[in-house]
C-alpha cells in the first residue's frame, strides 16, 4: 500500500484560478493523501470548507484587478497594450507573491502541484529542495503551431506564426518573472537561469493540463512531458443550500438565461447592471444576474440578482449562460450542455469564447469593450431558440461527464512520490 504523500498544491488568482484545485485536492485526500492548498487568503474559507490544509499567500486578487493598474487590461484596444499593462501591474507584486510561496513550501511538503503563474517559483523550489513537483494548469501556455498564444486573441496567424507570437509572448512574460526568480536562485544558491519560456521552467518538466482534450486536443507539436488530463471540476461546499428566493424563482417560469462576469471587475458597474437588465427584456427572457466582484444587480418581475451559487447546480436549470469566457466558467456551462453567450473581456478569455463558437455552443463572441443591449440581446434570442446550439451543447455535455480529469494526476503524483 502507498504511505500518505504530503501535497502542496500552489495557485494564485482569481477565484477561477482557484476553484478547479479544491475539487482535484478533495479528490486526492479521498485517496489516501494530506493535501494543503497555498493560495490567497481572500480564499481561506472556501479552501478550508472541503477538509483542505490552508497556507497563506499575500496579494488580495480583487484588489489588484479594481485598482487603476488593474482595470487597465480590460480597457486596452489591442492585445499589445494589454499586454503592456499587465505587465506593469503584475511586476508590482511578483516579489511579495514569490516570497509567499517560498514560506508556504517551507512549511513542508512531499511533492509540489503548481499553478501557471506559481509554476516558475515552484520549479525552482523544487530544484534546490530536492522536491518532486510538476505543473498542474488550466490553460495551454506552451508555443504551438495549433492555435495562437492565449492572450494574443482569437485570430490564427498559421502554424509558423502561432509559434513566434507564442515565443514573442514568452519575451514579454519574463518581463514579469525574472527580477523575482533571478533573486529566488540567487537566495537558493541555483545556477543562474537564461529565462526565455516556459517561464523560465526546466526541460522535459512534466505538466498536466486541466482541461478536456473535447475542448483543446492536445497538439502534436507539444513536448512528450506535457498532456491534456480533463477538467477538475470544483468541489461543492459542503452543507450548501440554494436560497428559498432562487428556487421559487426558478420554478415560477421558464428557464432564465444566466449573466455573470465572475472576478472581473467592471469600471462602470452600474452601467453593465443596466445593459444586461435591457438585453435580457429585449430578448424577452427571464434572467439571473450574479453580483460577482462588480457587484452587478438587476431587480423586475423577471429579474433576481444572486450572490455565490455553485455553476454545476444552477447551469443545467438555465436557457443559456451569459458569461466573461473565463476557464472555469466556460467548463461549467460546456459542463451543464447549456448553450453560451461569450462576452470576453481580457488575456485568455478571448481564447475560449472562440473555442465555444468553434464547437458550435455559442454564436460568435461579442466584445466586452463594444457591448450594447442590442447586440447582446440579438445573441441571446441565437443562444436560446437555435436548436443545435442546443444539441451540440447536449452531445458535448455528456461527453465529458464520461472523463475523468483528475485520474491522471493522482498516477503521475503516486509515480513521483
Known sequence: ?????????????????????????????????????????RFQQAVTAHGLGFRALPVDPREELASEAGRGPARAVSPAVAMTRLVRMARGFMS???????????????????????????????????????????????????????ISGARSFGSHGNRLAAHALWACTDRIFAPAMSELRRELNLPRRRFGGPLGLPRGRTVL???????????????????????????????????PRLLDFLASGPPPVFCGFGSFVAADAERLSALLAAALRRAKVRGIVQAGWSGLHATGDDLLTVQEVPHSWLFPQTAAV????????????????????????????HFWAARLTGLGVSPPPLRYQRLTAERLSTAITTATRNPALRARARHLAGALAREDGAHEVLTTLERLA
Open 1 to 41: 500500500m502507498l504511505n500518505t504523500v504530503r501535497v502542496l498544491i500552489v495557485t494564485a488568482g482569481t477565484w477561477g484560478d482557484v476553484a478547479p484545485y479544491t475539487g482535484l485536492g478533495v479528490r486526492l485526500r479521498s485517496a489516501g493523501h494530506e493535501v494543503a492548498l497555498a493560495t490567497h487568503e
Open 96 to 150: 511579495r507573491l514569490t516570497a509567499g510561496v517560498v514560506d508556504a513550501v517551507g512549511h513542508g511538503a512531499d511533492v509540489l502541484l503548481s499553478s501557471t503563474l506559481t509554476d516558475p517559483m515552484c520549479a525552482a523550489l523544487g530544484e534546490a529542495l530536492r522536491l518532486p513537483s510538476l505543473g498542474v494548469y488550466l490553460q495551454p501556455i506552451h508555443p504551438t503551431g495549433a492555435f495562437p498564444p492565449l
Open 209 to 243: 493540463h486541466g482541461f478536456s482534450p473535447r475542448i483543446v486536443p492536445r497538439p502534436a507539436d507539444w513536448p512528450g512531458g506535457h498532456r491534456v488530463c480533463g477538467y477538475w471540476w470544483p468541489a461543492t461546499p459542503p452543507g450548501w443550500q440554494p436560497d
Open 322 to 349: 451569459i458569461h466573461h469566457a473565463g476557464a472555469g466558467t466556460t467548463a461549467a456551462a460546456l459542463r451543464a450542455g447549456t448553450p453560451a453567450v461569450p462576452v470576453p473581456v481580457q488575456l485568455d478569455q
